[in-house]
C-alpha cells in the first residue's frame, strides 16, 4: 500500500484500484459523453417531430369540424332559398293568373264561350309553368350541392397524403397519431356518405375512361394490361353522376 499526506503532514494510505477493474480514462468519459448528446439530440427530434405529428393532426380535425359545419349549413341555405324561390314563384303564377282571371271577366257578358276556352287555355299554361319553375328549381339545387361537395374533396386527399407519409420508424406516439389521422379520414368519408358521396378507389379493375382519368401507364406483371395499377387520386361519385374521376395509373402489363 503507498501513502500520501495531507496539508498537515500526515501519511494516509492512498486506495489502489479494485482487482479486475479498469481505470476510466479521459477518452473513455468523453466518448460516454459524445453517446449521451448523441441521445438527448435524437429524443429531441423524436419529440419534435411527435409535436408536428399531433399540430397536423389537431389542424386537419379542426378543418373536417368546419369543412362539416360549412356544408350542412350550405345545404340548410340552399334548401330554404329553393323553398323560398318557389313560394315566391307561385304567388307571382297566382297573381298573373288573377289578373287574367279579371280580364275575362271584363268580357264575360259578351263572349261567354271565348272565355271559358281562354280559361282552359290559362289552367293549362299555369300548369306548364309550374311544372318548368319546379323542374328547374330542382336542377338548381342539385347543381349547387354538387359544387359543395365537390369542394369538400381535397380535404378528403390531404388526409390521404399524411396516412400515406407516415414515418417508417415504429414509436407508440407515432402510431397514436396516425391512427387520429385515420379516425377522422374515416368520419369526414362517412359524412360525406351520409350526404350521398361515395369514393371511387378502382385499383386492379379494368380501365373506365368514363369514370377514371389515366395520368401514365407502367408494368406490372400482377395486373392485366388496361387494368389500374394504381390509384394516385380517389375519385368520388354521388349516386350515378360522377364528382370527381380517379387518378390513375394503366398496367401495360407484364414487360417483354
Known amino acids: 500500500m503507498t501513502y500520501s499526506f495531507d496539508p498537515y503532514g500526515r501519511s494516509r494510505p492512498r486506495s489502489q484500484p479494485a482487482a479486475g477493474m479498469g481505470v476510466v480514462s479521459m477518452a473513455d468519459f468523453q466518448q460516454l459523453q459524445q453517446i449521451a448528446e448523441e441521445i438527448s439530440l435524437r429524443l429531441d427530434k423524436a419529440l419534435a417531430e411527435n409535436k408536428h405529428l399531433q399540430g397536423e393532426v389537431d389542424r386537419l380535425a379542426k378543418e373536417v369540424r368546419q369543412k362539416t359545419q360549412e356544408l350542412e349549413i350550405k345545404d340548410e341555405v340552399l334548401h330554404t332559398q329553393s323553398e323560398h ?6 304567388e307571382l303564377v297566382f297573381v298573373k293568373a288573377a289578373l287574367e282571371d279579371e280580364r275575362t271577366k271584363a268580357a264575360q257578358g259578351a263572349e261567354e264561350a271565348s272565355w271559358q276556352e281562354r ?3 290559362l289552367q293549362a ?14 336542377t338548381e339545387t342539385a347543381d349547387n ?5 365537390a369542394d ?4 378528403a386527399d390531404h388526409l390521404d397524403l399524411a396516412l400515406q407519409h407516415q414515418p417508417a420508424k415504429e414509436d407508440v406516439q407515432v402510431a397514436n397519431f396516425i391512427g387520429n389521422i385515420d379516425v377522422t379520414r374515416r368520419a369526414f368519408l362517412e359524412t360525406l356518405r351520409r350526404y350521398g358521396v361515395e369514393r371511387v378507389d378502382p385499383l386492379n379493375e379494368q380501365f373506365d375512361p368514363s369514370r377514371h382519368e389515366a395520368i401514365g401507364q407502367m408494368a406490372t406483371p400482377d395486373v392485366p394490361a388496361d387494368h389500374v395499377a394504381q390509384v394516385v387520386q380517389a375519385g368520388y361519385a354521388e349516386g350515378d353522376r360522377l364528382l370527381r374521376p380517379a387518378r390513375v395509373l394503366v398496367s401495360t402489363g407484364a414487360t417483354q
Not at 85 to 90: G, L
Not at 145 to 149: E, G, K, P, V
Not at 152 to 155: F, K, V
Request: charged share 45%.
Open 85 to 90: 324561390q318557389k313560394r315566391i314563384e307561385t
Open 119 to 121: 280559361y282552359v287555355r
Open 125 to 138: 299554361e299555369l300548369e306548364n309553368l309550374r311544372r318548368r319553375l319546379e323542374q328547374r328549381a330542382a
Open 145 to 149: 350541392r354538387r359544387r359543395i361537395l
Open 152 to 155: 369538400m374533396l381535397p380535404l
